[in-house]
């Protein structure tokens, strides 16, 4: 995925209301901007490191300005835009980079499903095989010895996708969580139990049924991202 135009760059002042945020330019200008992640973003969101955005030109936009990638005071990568998780995962299986979801005919999105009256992030489909649904979920939370960790905050909505992808494989078809890693400095995924503990054990069940985790790492830079290496899913006791 390349972005439209090229990305500009500030340093970091802070985030606040959970989606803005203040940098400040080469030129001392400070200038707010959009924050499309309304996450705890623990560890991508340090004052002073670098914010590279995009602009947008819509002119009925308050806040043209995009932030869309961190440079970390350690020199990592990371996507903050959790939008463009979706966008990514699509474009890799559209481009056939993801092994095991390839030989789909068609491929949808936000199609509505299940009990809970969700959408599905994207739905694989063909007339030899059945349907394939995937939750697409981004991770940025790095710990220790380049662990990733998600999620990041308690999260009922991410909660409720995991019954709903038990759900899907009880009555037949396949059910894939996609793990997209945004965060250079991660090499392998787990779940964050020690933050949401019913995340983890619904996810535990999930996996117990059928439902399969795929996790691939982004190599990001600020022209564009791409999908491209599968990493390891480090199951929980």
Same mark, same amino acid.
């Given at each position: 995925m390349k972005f439209a135009q090229p990305l500009q760059a500030g340093k970091l002042i802070k985030r606040y209301k959970r989606f803005l945020a203040d940098i400040e330019l080469d030129n001392n200008d400070v200038r707010t901007i959009h924050c499309a992640n309304t996450g705890a973003m623990t560890g991508c969101a +340090?004052?002073?490191?670098?914010?590279?955005?995009?602009?947008?030109?819509? =002119?009925?936009?308050?806040?043209?300005?995009?932030?869309?990638?961190?440079?970390?005071?350690?020199?990592?990568?990371?996507?903050?835009?959790t939008a463009q998780a979706n966008r990514l995962v699509e474009e890799a299986i559209r481009n056939d980079v993801i092994d095991e979801l390839t030989g789909y005919t068609s491929?949808? =999105? +936000?199609?509505?499903?299940?009990a809970e009256n969700s959408r599905i992030d994207l739905l694989l489909e063909s007339e030899t095989r059945p349907p394939c649904y995937i939750?697409?979920?981004?991770?940025?939370?790095?710990?220790?010895n380049r662990q990733g960790y998600f999620p990041d905050a308690v999260t009922t909505r991410g909660q409720k996708h995991l019954r709903e992808l038990t759900e899907m494989v009880e009555q037949g078809y396949r059910s894939v969580l996609f793990f997209a890693v945004l965060h250079s400095g991660i090499d392998s995924v787990s779940v964050a139990d020690h933050i949401d503990p019913i995340y983890a054990q619904l996810l535990k069940q999930a996996v117990k049924a059928g439902v399969e985790v795929i996790c691939y790492k982004a190599d990001l830079d600020i022209e564009q991202i791409t999908l491209s290496n599968c990493i390891e899913f480090r199951h929980s006791n």
């Open positions: +340090e004052p002073g490191s670098t914010v590279w955005y995009s602009t947008s030109d819509n =002119a009925k936009r308050k806040y043209p300005n995009s932030w869309e990638l961190t440079q970390t005071l350690s020199n990592d990568w990371i996507c903050v835009n491929l949808r =999105a +936000e199609v509505k499903y299940g939750e697409v979920k981004s991770v940025t939370l790095l710990g220790e």
